[in-house]
């Protein structure tokens, strides 16, 4: 007898524990002991019989016994067990007769529960027999445990294959098939042999009920060269075939079929799956679609499966089963820790269930009748022709002591490609009972016949004739002549139409036709680099690298239409017959994911490509904008754009793209992303022999082209797919092209370890998700080394549907979801750009303002045209350093300029603080002037003259970084008088000033002394309105002007400040000395000296305004002045008059400080 092996997919086991350790006893009677001894395997929970399974329905039905006072009162059921495995776990015909001796001669039990695999429960039915001990089991289906005087007392409450062959019988009967059938089964070395146990039962039935001829054959799953031979006997004997294998044999069997014209209109195929596997669905996939395993053919496999039907057990539909399930499921797993699933196994732990109470209630009716629990044949008997309702529904035992099995014909639905239950067989009745609403489909209508018309071999008679009339003869002849010369004919003028079309050169534009457009140059206007976010209609599509940046190809307009132009860098195209074809196919490419191809240029030195113009950009721009948002739903969208296209491509003319990554993806105005530069290889550029820009354009180019000395310029399908690997992953992780986790490596460095082929092969990382894990297998099957473990295109998209699943909306719903996400993207990008507008603005503003007045400054943001205006009274300043030649002549370029900035920025701080406008600095020489272009009435004068004693005083402290010993020397002019101001020039506009009053200011510089300010009579007069300065009378001065000049100073104290008037002095000549000084505030510690102070003689107080890190003895003392000379001169709205006598309003104005 041939020993069963180990299961496929069984994990090792420890061995199983000695039988005689396992003992279950349940609670009752004490009057009598009744023990069931259980043979099932203990360990290994692949078996539908395993004690996982069974033993929780044993417990449920000895439940329902002791809820039930009228079966077997006063007894208490045990059980015992043993195991029917070997140390590996595989049922055993040594293991389980073995178990069996040792439970009958420990226990004597009453009744055997088990075995269920055929070769164990062989020797045991056989055993039982001997020892007239009942066998009640829910498996052992062969044909063989029928035959009772070898396994008389052999109960089976479960399905049994002689049954199927009651189904098939009946099935023939029905539809008309009377004289053929063909049985396939699979062999397994080291199994059961499952297979060849349900197709003994179904031949030996079917040849009994029918007596027709029924041929069996047997194979090896897996082996492919037989499964050829096999089909090739199927097409030489048989049409109608049942078929028992695994569904993975049988998928492939089907498909095998179909390319061997095996089809569903004269074939059909049974697959006798009857614990229904195949409907299951494979993981990740819909049940009841047996053809579906998102491999790349199950467009193919469901068109075989219209030939296929699947028998399978019925599963009960009764309230007691779904009861008696979730029962079942809560024990296995309280008990076991054992997860039962849902599926056709479930039906054999609940025939152990009506199998037990029925032994039971046998049991009781024998000893109602005065028998014994050990009277096995009386017991057996009456469980025979019997019926009983269970949790199964009806149960009918027949005369042999085999239940009566019930089983389901499974039919495919030609619109939804699902499986669904169209026939049931009832075995109690032995009637096929349809399902309502459903029928079985046939591909023309009707079941084809169990044999062809006119036989296998054509042996029918009526189908061959010896001979054909003359007329018969006549009109063949003719016929044959008439097609053939209409197939002539017809490829004639194909021939013909083709020749034309390449002559007409349909494809050829002229470049005095293309118009060249505004778009290009605006774009070099506003850079290299833009973004999906900030294109709009007006922006370029095609992209080319040139270094490491995206430069847009040229646009022109063509018939009125704008267009993409690339330019073909070549001398010359010879319109050969191979580049009029290339250009023929360009032209009849359709697709909406493709480029449309407008046409070509040929005239040297014009010799380009007009494509359609795509305003949305590059999909490289897009993913690597940071600014732009994707989510999944938007990425999955783009990716199967790029699959529909590549899978037009692929199977057309064109054949493959040569050239794909992620640069030549495209969007339109649509959202919809379309493939360009494919075709037309006569036109390519030749590449640069080495380089950045070669390198950086072959990190999406397949390894096996990369080795090729001459690559071809089309490349390669599985090419194609490995490039569409690359752009996935940038699609996925936005981090660039051929992004390495942890490396910065150059493209030559990339492209070098590619080409050299490591193990494992270098590729970009994946650092994804874990619900895209699914994503990343994609990835990797793409850019696989091997090109033939690629996928093709047309299993991606099924496998990209399948990601996408729930996101698989119609076109107008993903086209709305873009541009939704598009427009948030634009408002986050608009409030973006705005904040960074008003910024600038801020900037430039500020700027203006420094560089002109703020009210002239003003009027040009208004747009208003500065007029020329003249201003009857403004003071202007004057000086220069003296000796600043000489010391520019001793010092190097860098730091004259470094002394030039700090001195004009201690300057600047200083003017800060005065009512002033800086008019402008030229080498040494500083311009300033007050009352302009804001008039402020006759203030100017004071505040140039504060403004200066100010500079004088910052400028003693200032110190020359590379001479800090060398102290500047200071000389200053101002003059008072009228003046025209305006802008003069449109670029670098300059507010500037004109009339005698510069001159005479300017002179009044040049014929001062060093520390000195030097000022006009004019200025003199305007300051005495004020009072609080001295001055002396320098004397007449030689100037190039009219006539001579009188002139003033201010005198400075001894300590360097200015001498103010005492305000009780009669005139102001008559001052004989100084009573009072302004002393130093620090090196241009200038943003303080916004105030004027000054204080009579005899208001002195004794505080210090001290320097920073200076002492009061290195200082003159600070005194009270009048509130209004103390306020800003912004604040002065009155200025109080001023006597030389003895004031009120000074001396209550007079305050410390």
């Keep these: 007898m041939l020993r069963p092996g180990r299961p496929a997919g069984a994990l090792p086991l420890p061995p199983p524990p000695p039988p005689l350790l396992l003992l279950l006893l349940l609670p009752g009677s004490q009057a009598g002991n009744l023990t069931v001894a259980v043979v099932l395997p203990l360990a290994n929970t692949s078996y539908p019989w395993s004690w996982a399974r069974v033993g929780p329905a044993v417990e449920l039905a000895l439940a329902a016994v002791r809820a039930q006072p009228d079966l077997l009162p006063g007894w208490t059921v045990r059980t015992v067990l043993g195991s029917s495995e070997n140390a590996l776990g595989v049922c055993s015909d040594t293991a389980a007769p073995l178990a069996a001796v040792d439970l009958k001669w420990e226990h004597s039990p009453a009744v055997f529960l088990g075995p269920g695999c055929v070769y164990a429960a062989a020797p045991v039915g056989r055993f039982t027999a001997h020892w007239r001990v009942p066998l009640l089991t829910a498996g052992a289906p062969a044909l063989g445990f029928g035959a009772k005087d070898e396994y008389a007392l052999t109960t089976r409450a479960g399905p049994s294959h002689a049954k199927l062959g009651d189904l098939v019988a009946a099935l023939h009967r029905r539809l008309g098939w009377e004289r053929r059938a063909l049985v396939l089964y699979a062999y397994r070395p080291g199994d059961d042999q499952p297979c060849f146990f349900v197709v003994e039962g179904l031949y030996v039935r079917v040849r009994e009920r029918l007596n027709i001829t029924v041929d069996h054959l047997e194979f090896a799953e897996g082996d492919l060269d037989q499964y050829a031979l096999l089909l090739h006997t199927v097409r030489r004997q048989g049409r109608v075939i049942y078929i028992c294998s695994s569904p993975d044999a049988f998928r492939t069997l089907m498909l095998l079929a179909m390319e061997a014209g095996l089809s569903g209109e004269d074939y059909v195929f049974f697959h006798l799956d009857l614990f229904g596997h195949s409907l299951q669905g494979a993981p990740g996939l819909a049940p009841h679609r047996p053809w579906e395993r998102g491999d790349g053919q199950d467009v193919s496999a469901h068109q075989a499966f219209q030939a296929a039907k699947i028998i399978t057990y019925k599963e009960p539909e009764n309230p007691e089963y779904l009861e008696f399930l979730q029962q079942l499921k809560h024990l296995a797993h309280e008990q076991f820790n054992f997860t039962v699933e849902d599926g056709l196994v479930n039906t054999i732990p609940a025939s152990f269930h009506d199998g037990l109470l029925l032994y039971v209630q046998a049991v009781t009716e024998t000893l109602a009748h005065g028998g014994a629990v050990t009277d096995g044949e009386a017991i057996t008997q009456r469980m025979r022709n019997r019926s009983f309702q269970g949790v199964t529904g009806y149960l009918k035992m027949d005369s042999n002591g085999d239940r009566e099995t019930d089983f389901s014909l499974w039919d495919m639905h030609p619109e939804t490609g699902t499986f669904r239950v169209v026939l049931n067989y009832n075995g109690t009745s032995q009637e096929l009972v349809a399902v309502p609403g459903r029928k079985l489909s046939w591909p023309l209508g009707y079941p084809p016949p169990d044999i062809p018309k006119c036989g296998f071999d054509n042996e029918d008679p009526a189908c061959s004739q010896d001979h054909f009339s003359t007329l018969e003869v006549l009109a063949l002849v003719g016929s044959l002549s008439l097609l053939s010369i209409l197939t002539v004919s017809f490829f004639i003028y194909r021939k013909m139409q083709l020749e034309k079309e390449l002559a007409s050169e349909l494809w050829r534009v002229r470049w005095e036709d293309v118009q060249p457009s505004s778009l290009e140059r605006h774009l070099r206007s506003t850079g290299s680099r833009l973004t999906l976010s900030g294109r709009g209609s007006n922006y370029g599509s095609l992209l080319t690298t040139e270094g490491q940046f995206q430069v847009f190809a040229k646009t022109a307009y063509y018939k009125g239409n704008l267009v993409a132009v690339k330019r073909v860098n070549r001398k010359r195209i010879e319109l050969t017959r191979k580049v009029l074809f290339e250009l023929k196919h360009m032209r009849d490419v359709q697709n909406e994911h493709l480029t449309r191809f407008v046409g070509a240029c040929t005239d040297p030195p014009n010799i380009c490509i007009l494509t359609e113009y795509c305003p949305r950009g590059s999909l490289q721009d897009i993913l690597e904008n940071e600014g732009i948002t994707l989510d999944w739903m938007f990425r999955y969208s783009l990716t199967n754009d790029i699959v529909k296209g590549m899978l037009f491509l692929h199977n057309g003319a064109i054949c493959s793209h040569g050239n794909l990554k992620s640069s030549n993806c495209v969007v339109d105005g649509r959202f919809v992303l379309k493939i360009t530069d494919f075709g037309l290889e006569s036109f390519?550029?030749?590449?640069?022999?080495?380089?950045?820009?070669?390198?950086?354009?072959?990190?999406?180019?397949?390894?096996?082209?990369?080795?090729?000395?001459?690559?071809?310029?089309?490349?390669?399908?599985?090419?194609?797919?490995?490039?569409?690997?690359?752009?996935?992953?940038?699609?996925?992780?936005?981090?660039?092209?051929?992004?390495?986790?942890?490396?910065?490596?150059?493209?030559?460095?990339?492209?070098?370890?590619?080409?050299?082929?490591?193990?494992?092969?270098?590729?970009?990382?994946?650092?994804?998700?874990?619900?895209?894990?699914?994503?990343?297998?994609l990835m990797q099957r793409c850019w696989a080394e091997e090109p033939q473990e690629r996928p093709p295109f047309q299993q991606i998209r099924l496998m990209l549907r399948k990601f996408n699943r729930e996101s698989s909306s119609n076109i107008l719903d993903n086209l709305l979801s873009r541009m939704e996400q598009y427009a948030n993207n634009l408002e986050e990008l608009v409030e973006e750009r705005t904040q960074a507008y008003l910024e600038e603005k801020r900037r430039a503003e500020a700027l203006l303002y420094q560089i002109l007045p703020h009210s002239v400054a003003e009027q040009l943001k208004r747009g208003e045209t500065v007029q020329a205006e003249a201003f009857d009274s403004v003071t202007i300043?004057?000086?220069?350093?003296?000796?600043?030649?000489?010391?520019?002549?001793?010092?190097?370029?860098?730091?004259?300029?470094?002394?030039?900035?700090?001195?004009?920025?201690?300057?600047?701080?200083?003017?800060?603080?005065?009512?002033?406008?800086?008019?402008?600095?030229?080498?040494?020489?500083?311009?300033?002037?007050?009352?302009?272009?804001?008039?402020?009435?006759?203030?100017?004068?004071?505040?140039?003259?504060?403004?200066?004693?100010?500079?004088?005083?910052?400028?003693?402290?200032?110190?020359?970084?590379?001479?800090?010993?060398e102290e500047l020397r200071l000389r200053i002019g101002i003059h008072t008088g009228p003046v025209c101001a305006g802008v003069v020039g449109l670029k670098m506009p300059r507010y500037c000033l004109f009339g005698d009053t510069v001159n005479t200011a300017s002179r009044m510089e040049s014929n001062g002394e060093a520390l000195k300010i030097h000022l006009s009579s004019e200025t003199k007069a305007v300051l005495e309105e004020f009072g609080g300065f001295e001055l002396e009378l320098r004397g007449d001065v030689e100037m190039k002007v009219e006539k001579k000049a009188p002139a003033l100073t201010i005198p400075w104290g001894p300590r360097g400040g200015y001498l103010p008037p005492d305000p009780f002095s009669s005139n102001l000549t008559a001052i004989p000395k100084p009573v009072l000084s302004f002393g130093n505030v620090g090196r241009c510690a200038t943003p303080h000296l916004n105030r004027l102070f000054f204080s009579p003689p005899g208001q002195r107080q004794s505080s210090h305004l001290l320097a920073p890190g200076g002492t009061g003895e290195?200082?003159?003392?600070?005194?009270?002045?009048?509130?209004?000379?103390?306020?800003?001169?912004?604040?002065?709205?009155?200025?109080?008059?001023?006597?030389?006598?003895?004031?009120?309003?000074?001396?209550?104005?007079?305050?410390n400080v």
């Design 877 to 965: 300043y004057f000086s220069d350093i003296v000796g600043f030649t000489a010391l520019s002549a001793q010092s190097t370029p860098m730091q004259v300029v470094t002394l030039l900035n700090d001195l004009y920025t201690c300057f600047d701080a200083v003017i800060d603080n005065f009512d002033v406008y800086k008019v402008e600095t030229i080498g040494d020489a500083y311009m300033v002037v007050s009352g302009l272009p804001v008039r402020n009435g006759l203030l100017h004068a004071r505040e140039v003259a504060r403004m200066a004693l100010a500079l004088l005083d910052a400028v003693r402290s200032f110190r020359i970084r590379h001479r800090p010993q």
């Design 684 to 777: 390519r550029d030749p590449e640069p022999e080495q380089g950045h820009i070669l390198y950086a354009k072959k990190l999406w180019t397949a390894p096996e082209l990369l080795r090729m000395a001459s690559p071809p310029a089309r490349g390669s399908q599985a090419g194609d797919v490995y490039s569409f690997g690359i752009i996935l992953q940038e699609i996925a992780l936005r981090s660039g092209v051929f992004h390495v986790e942890g490396l910065d490596l150059s493209p030559k460095e990339i492209v070098e370890r590619v080409t050299r082929g490591e193990q494992p092969p270098f590729r970009p990382s994946l650092a994804l998700q874990s619900h895209l894990e699914e994503l990343g297998q």
């Design 1114 to 1151: 290195q200082h003159s003392r600070l005194t009270c002045l009048p509130s209004w000379l103390s306020l800003p001169w912004a604040e002065v709205t009155e200025v109080p008059d001023l006597s030389l006598t003895h004031s009120p309003a000074i001396a209550k104005g007079s305050e």
